[in-house]
């Protein structure tokens, strides 16, 4: 574990909660028998009963001093708010930056991941999606991979020049979890919750399939958004965004290696549309400002400081964000 000590960081407040949920009653199934523990003695189970599904894990520190917005940042599909923290191969993650710069941070695990978890009774949801690690290697951009390469020898397949720790895939799968296609409604609900709790207009910086839901919000709430900040969103809700309007300052950054990928260039042709139309979106493009080899998991590239400095530089400049650097 690396120790960082040129700096530290200074908290006001830290904790947690969860938002979000609803009940949800099982009635109609069998008892059962069950073991809770090695050796232990067997309990009688009755499943029939009131549940609350849905919900969603948050974790806040209050690293400034409250004038700023705060920043909640939303990871995407398969994974965690862990994503933001440290990185796979123990370099600073995002959460410690933003902290460093004084800014408070409210890291979310969404519905079904993490310590938000799943439905805990059967016959509500369906089974996850699978996602091996070659086809996160390569869905994720990182590099080119058969379906059939081990994970021990993914690394040798990383595209030259990536700035993706690729010697340490390995770490990095140990934080994808389960997954589901269905719950985009029950996430949407859990993050308006998020934002009506945390009560302060806010500025969400989200990624991948967390992207969707950034933008959703300050289409469906946005007074409750001051500014977002997209990492490659999955998805751009245009249709939306063309029915209800939308004006908040956002900036969405892509990396590289885009044309390798049959998904990219059309979400991409998509992005570039939603930029044209609406003139609050500005497109951060690192390869056109000549920075080189980044994955999907811009936050946790080898040149991931970089890349935060230049949304922290984006974010000051942004009217509605506190101009004065700490």
């Not at 948050?58 to 965690?80: C, E, K, N, S, V």
């Not at 710069?101 to 695990?109: A, E, K, N, Q």
């Not at 269905?182 to 969400?204: K, P, V």
Request: net charge neutral; aromatic share 10%; charged share 20%.
């Amino acid at each position: 574990m690396a120790i960082r000590t040129e700096r530290c960081i200074k908290l006001r407040g830290m904790g947690s909660f969860h938002v979000g949920g609803e009940p949800k009653s099982l009635q109609g199934k069998p008892l059962m028998q069950a073991t809770l523990a090695v050796g232990g003695v067997p309990v009688t189970m009755d499943p029939n009963g009131d549940y609350v599904i849905g919900q969603m894990y948050a974790q806040y520190f209050l690293g400034g001093d409250g004038r700023r917005p705060p920043i909640l940042f939303w990871h995407g599909g398969g994974l965690t708010g862990a994503c933001w923290e440290t990185t796979p191969d123990d370099r600073r993650g995002w959460v410690e930056d933003f902290l460093l710069d004084g800014w408070d941070i409210y890291l979310c695990d969404a519905v079904e991941r993490g310590r938000s978890g799943y439905a805990p009774i059967p016959d509500v949801w369906p089974a996850p999606i699978s996602q091996t690690a070659a086809s996160l290697f390569v869905r994720f951009r990182i590099g080119h991979a058969e379906t059939n390469t081990t994970l021990e020898n993914l690394a040798g397949h990383a595209f030259p020049g990536s700035q993706f720790p690729a010697r340490q895939f390995t770490q990095f799968m140990r934080q994808v979890v389960p997954r589901w296609s269905h719950t985009d409604e029950q996430i949407m609900a859990a993050y308006h919750a998020l934002l009506r709790r945390i009560g302060r207009r806010s500025i969400i910086v989200c990624h991948s399939q967390g992207g969707m839901f950034g933008l959703r919000s300050a289409m469906e709430a946005p007074d409750a958004v001051t500014a977002v900040v997209a990492l490659e969103p999955a998805s751009v809700p245009l249709e939306k965004a063309r029915q209800l309007g939308y004006s908040t300052p956002t900036l969405i950054v892509l990396g590289d290696y885009i044309d390798t990928d049959t998904r990219w260039p059309r979400i991409r042709d998509r992005i570039m549309q939603f930029a044209a139309e609406f003139p609050c979106v500005q497109v951060l493009s690192l390869p056109e400002i000549g920075i080189k080899g980044n994955s999907h998991m811009l936050m946790m590239d080898k040149n991931n400081m970089e890349i935060s400095g230049k949304v922290r530089d984006w974010l000051y400049g942004m009217a509605g964000a506190d101009s004065a650097r700490p």
